[in-house]
């Protein structure tokens, strides 16, 4: 079986995003009604198989989940500048490599070799 869904991303890609720079708004207004969340919502409750307790229990399941997620991730530790390097490809990739030695250079080029003056 295949299910093709064709949907819209409601909110900008970031907070750095301005969708009003690439959409209009009477497209956004079109999808409001058939955003599948909603539709589902609103399918469960009108069939009796969910209820205001039901969405308020997830809605808490999700919010604790957000938490802990959130938590995990300020928890974790910044990765190093190479592993932007070392993490692209399964294997060793010969231009990533190339790459990584021009920057390695190019910050070794920053080193200060000399006393500061006052």
Do not use: C, N
Request: no cysteine; hydrophobic share 40%.
């Amino acid at each position: 079986m295949l299910i093709e869904a064709f949907t819209y991303r409601m909110s900008a890609h970031t907070t750095a995003d301005d969708p009003t720079k690439y959409r209009l708004s009477a497209d956004e207004e079109a999808w409001v009604s058939r955003d599948p969340l909603t539709r589902l919502e609103k399918y469960l409750r009108a069939s009796g198989l969910a209820d205001d307790a039901f969405f308020e229990g997830l809605a808490k399941d999700g919010q604790v989940m957000a938490d802990k997620l959130r938590a995990d991730v300020l928890a974790m530790q910044a990765p190093g500048f190479e592993d932007a390097f070392t993490d692209v490809y399964a294997g060793a990739h010969p231009l990533i490599q190339e790459e990584l030695d021009f920057h390695r250079r190019y910050e070794a080029g920053f080193a200060d070799s000399q006393e500061p003056t006052a």
